[in-house]
């Protein structure tokens, strides 16, 4: 627990069973639970904390050839997108981590900061260091649109299925753009430092966002009733309605905010860089409803799972919390590199990794 001092133990390996499981002993202060080929539970009683330790069910390794910064996974749970530091953004088999030869998504110029697949899964969006946003078939690798920024893009969201999408750059503006016509709607927040991430949510009925000073344009599609939440670098985290382009609330955490993310049209998480994890009502933000802290590395995902979310930082630690179980569950093998992004489908998991590998974990195999 976050003010304690760190509590070390040992495991030790006494042998395997006849099904291949191992048999596992704790020193003293630790006790160990169920162990399967793929997991093992640790708890430590006196602190009252228990965590599942899970190993990889698959590792794909042929992808890239240098650190994955992002990833996503498409709504059937068929493909994979990632984006690489070795230049490349490849559409992948999710079950097997075989690449789509055909399907090499080229045209950005420097890093591919990030992708995703709309909702269809038969089409991607991605963001890059070049200043622009690309729209591309994950059918034929063709590049559908593309949409010039001022400068570097760092993370982008989709609006309901795909009509409008949104963006957020360096140059601190998120923007709001019609697929379309390839042209850009409006400038729906200007901050006075980098956006690193956005997500855009259905907000709470109660909430108040703001009255447009103008009538939206009639190619504005799905913005009523969505705030767009904004994790910027000058440590705050900032709420807008997302029609109106009014500010709805303004949170200042204890470090630059890397990632956020909605848990339902009520709660919202948000990620620093000094390794804590805010969870706040957007109805009242004064002040958070927890801050989790587990380590002082940075958090560099946010993703909701279940009834709870799964979470990443710069020392290779993944691990998912929910309201059900009585234990975190930590996805292992990264060691000690960071953990850029994580995706699910079901219960399958699948986080990128600067050690340049795809890992995919089965929740089953608990």
Known sequence: PAGKPTL??????????????????ASEGFVVGKVTKKSI??????????????????????????SITCLDISSGGGLGVSTSTDGTMKIWQAANGEIRVRLLLEGHVYDVNCCRFF???????????????????????????????DAGILDTAIVDRGRNVLSCSRDGTARLWDCGKSA???????????????????????????????????????????????????????????????????FVGSDAFNCCTFLSSTYILAGTQ????????????????QVIHRSGAPVLSLLPYRDGFIASQGDGTCFIIQQDLDYV????????????????????IYTCCRDGIVRRYQLSDL
Request: charged residues 20%; contains cysteine.
């Open 8 to 25: 070390y133990g040992s495991l030790t390996r006494r042998g395997l069973s006849t099904e291949g499981v191992p048999d596992i002993a």
């Open 41 to 66: 539970l640790i708890s430590c009683p006196h602190e009252n904390v228990s965590t599942k330790f899970l190993a990889p069910y698959t590792t794909f390794c042929r992808i890239h050839q240098k």
């Open 119 to 149: 909702p269809s899964g038969l089409v991607v969006l991605s963001g890059g260091m070049d200043a622009q946003l690309k729209i591309w078939s994950a059918e034929d690798a063709s590049c559908v649109h593309g949409l010039c920024f």
């Open 184 to 250: 850009c709607l409006g400038v729906i927040a200007d901050c006075s430092s980098p956006v690193n991430s956005i997500a855009v949510g259905t907000a709470d009925n109660s909430l108040n966002l703001g009255t447009p000073e103008k009538a939206p344009s009639e190619r504005e599609i799905g913005t009523e009733g969505k705030i767009l939440l904004l994790a910027r670098e000058d440590k705050k985290l900032q709420g807008v309605g997302l029609q109106s382009r009014q500010p709805v609330f303004l």
């Open 274 to 289: 000094d390794g804590n994890i805010y969870q706040l009502d957007v109805r009242n933000t004064n002040a958070p409803i």
């Open 329 to 348: 569950l930590d996805l292992t093998e990264a060691d000690c590199d960071p953990v850029y992004k994580v995706a699910s489908w079901e219960k399958q």
